[in-house]
């Protein structure tokens, strides 16, 4: 079954806590990104990669890193430094020939 | 940079009955794509409908059609026949397609809530 899977689900980060989100595709896509969305907003970009081993900053990557080693998975870790860590990621990928993005489920992250 | 507006935070329409929702957009390239996703309650964000630049012809899927306007940047969304199950947040997208390097960067409104009423 082709799809694009985030874990987990929800995930909770204490003061000074680096936490990864997980996300992983089976539709040998090429292109993956990472988006975040807040209460009442649009999303926005965070890092998105077009190859393995390469990938570029979106609109709001402070306090994010990323790592892409294989063409399946697209981690994100939300790092101590990203002051306001609380919303909803979303993942999504898409073919090289094809305009379309397809999003996976979402992770929301909560701040203890 | 390219913007994308969405005007109308909260829409609401009676079963069966049609809903226009708007979207305005900001761009100086000539081809690009535009879209209209779903995001009910689950929070999985699902295409509803694409629609190129350079196409005149609006795109139609079953229920949804779009009336795309390139020269005012006007791109809004027409359900017919509103069922219960359209009730959802709509986001409207853009992604431009300039260069070589089309990174397929979507940049989004900040969303129409959508709720149909029985």
């Known amino acids: 079954d082709g799809g694009i899977t985030q874990s987990p689900k929800y995930l909770f980060r204490k003061e000074g806590q680096n936490v990864t989100l997980s996300c992983e595709q089976n539709?040998?896509?090429?292109?993956m990104y990472w988006y975040r969305q807040d209460p009442g907003q649009g999303l926005r970009l965070i890092y998105y990669?077009?190859?393995?081993?390469?990938?570029q900053k979106g609109d709001i990557a402070e306090g994010y890193s990323v790592s892409r080693e294989k063409k399946e998975s697209f981690p994100l870790t939300v790092t101590s430094a990203q002051k306001n860590p609380t919303a909803f990621y979303l993942c999504?990928?898409?073919?090289?020939?094809?305009?379309?993005?397809?999003f996976g489920p979402g992770t929301r992250l909560l701040v203890l | 940079a390219q913007t994308v507006t969405q005007s109308q935070p909260e829409m609401s329409v009676q079963e069966a009955e049609t809903v226009t929702l708007s979207c305005t957009y900001d761009?100086?390239?000539?081809?690009?794509?535009l879209f209209w996703y779903k995001q009910p309650p689950s929070r999985q964000m699902i295409l509803v409908i694409r629609?190129?630049?350079?196409?005149?012809q609006n795109a139609t899927e079953n229920r949804f059609s779009v009336n795309f306007q390139k020269a005012a940047k006007s791109f809004s969304l027409k359900i017919s026949d509103s069922q219960l199950g359209d009730t959802a947040m709509y986001f409207c997208?853009?992604?431009?397609?300039?260069?070589?390097?089309?990174?397929?960067?979507?940049?989004f409104g900040q969303g129409t809530t959508l709720q149909v009423k029985p």
């Open positions: 999504a990928s898409r073919t090289g020939g094809s305009e379309t993005q397809y």
């Open positions: 539709l040998n896509h090429d292109a």
């Open positions: 990669s077009q190859i393995v081993n390469d990938f």
């Open positions: 761009t100086s390239e000539s081809n690009y794509y």
């Open positions: 629609q190129e630049a350079y196409k005149q």
């Open positions: 997208a853009f992604m431009g397609t300039h260069g070589s390097s089309n990174t397929g960067k979507l940049i």
